[in-house]
């Protein structure tokens, strides 16, 4: 229902349909009954339409980016994600939600996993099947917040969708040779706070394989987040926004004897993730060290940790809800090993 009345120096249109209330001031009354003609018009069509024809793929992502991406530590990668999606994929974009179905999906994972051209006319590689399932991650939990808080589908397009198989685990194991050679390498001294980034570089690997923590989490250590006495160490991680609070890990003696230097310090480290990363494979390349990741430094923690505690008291150390992840992927410790330790 639309009502027009005088206001100051035009006329407000009001209009008031299905409880949603609507109203704009024009210069003529004239301008004003044709403005709420047309809204009327438009807010009986919006509340006869089904929610999923109204909003497009390309809305979804924008809501999802701007509601639920910034929650998570990773949100700035995460929006890069979605950004490149929406640019090399415009027309599942451009999709209304009950349009988009399992096989636009299936086109789009083998586009990334073949490479593809855009219609630009720009080239885009090929990915690996491992930052495929990166993508699917956060394109899922897209569609599922859609359709269960924002009740805009009743059917989720990945129902039925078939994921890259992942690749296989790594099996790498960290030799204490290697740890030795890497360490002199960066000019790392023994129980003396670094002074240079390449320093804190090899200290930030010996923690990693001393308290399983990743690279993040490791750079994000310091005096309010270190408890030497109870030889605790409280941190964010990737999966707080869901759990609401941080993760606390146990530290070993020879951990703690390894912060000491710098626990007194606001932040333990002043080296960033891509410096950490960049200085550590240069190091590698350097003393002709193959394929050894920083990141295999928390499978060798977990993998020596194993024989000291039960599964229960590792999950709590690694922060895995998931045991089979910690199994197949961190445990690294080979048959002929195990073999070793039977006797």
Request: net charge positive; aromatic share 6%; hydrophobic share 40%.
């Amino acid at each position: 229902m639309a009502s027009i009345s005088p206001h100051k120096d035009g006329w407000r249109a009001q209009v008031y349909v299905r409880g949603v209330r609507d109203s704009k001031v024009f210069r003529t009354q004239r301008e004003a009954k044709a403005w709420a003609a047309a809204r009327e018009i438009e807010l009986r069509r919006t509340q006869d339409t089904a929610p999923g024809d109204l909003h497009t793929v390309s809305d979804m992502l924008k809501r999802y980016g701007e509601e639920v991406s910034p929650k998570k530590r990773g949100s700035r990668a995460e929006l890069l994600r979605i950004q490149a999606f929406l640019r090399d994929f415009p027309e599942i974009g451009a999709l209304t939600l009950s349009q988009v179905k399992t096989p636009h999906l299936a086109a789009w994972r083998d586009a990334r996993m073949a490479g593809f051209t855009t219609d630009d006319g720009r080239r885009v590689a090929a990915v690996s099947g491992a930052s495929v399932l990166r993508d699917i991650n956060w394109l899922r939990n897209a569609f599922l917040i859609a359709k269960k808080e924002w009740h805009w589908i009743d059917r989720n397009p990945f129902e039925g969708f078939n994921s890259p198989a992942d690749a296989p685990p790594r099996t790498r194991r960290v030799h204490p040779g290697e740890v030795k050679r890497i360490c002199r390498a960066l000019n790392y001294r023994a129980g003396v706070a670094p002074q240079t980034k390449t320093q804190e570089v090899a200290l930030a690997f010996l923690v990693g394989l001393r308290t399983a923590m990743r690279a993040g989490e490791i750079l994000s250590l310091g005096k309010s987040t270190l408890d030497l006495q109870r030889r605790v160490a409280t941190v964010q991680h990737k999966m707080q926004y869901l759990t609401g609070r941080p993760r606390e890990v146990p530290l070993t003696k020879h951990a703690v004897r390894l912060l000491r230097p710098v626990a007194d310090r606001a932040n333990c480290f002043t080296i960033d993730s891509a410096s950490l990363d960049a200085l550590f494979r240069k190091a590698r390349a350097r003393l002709l060290i193959e394929d050894l990741h920083f990141h295999d430094s928390r499978a060798e923690a977990l993998t020596r940790l194993s024989r000291r505690v039960d599964v229960m008291t590792l999950a709590k150390i690694s922060g895995h809800k998931d045991l089979r992840i910690l199994q197949e992927t961190y445990y690294r410790e080979s048959a002929a090993d195990i073999a070793k330790r039977l006797g």
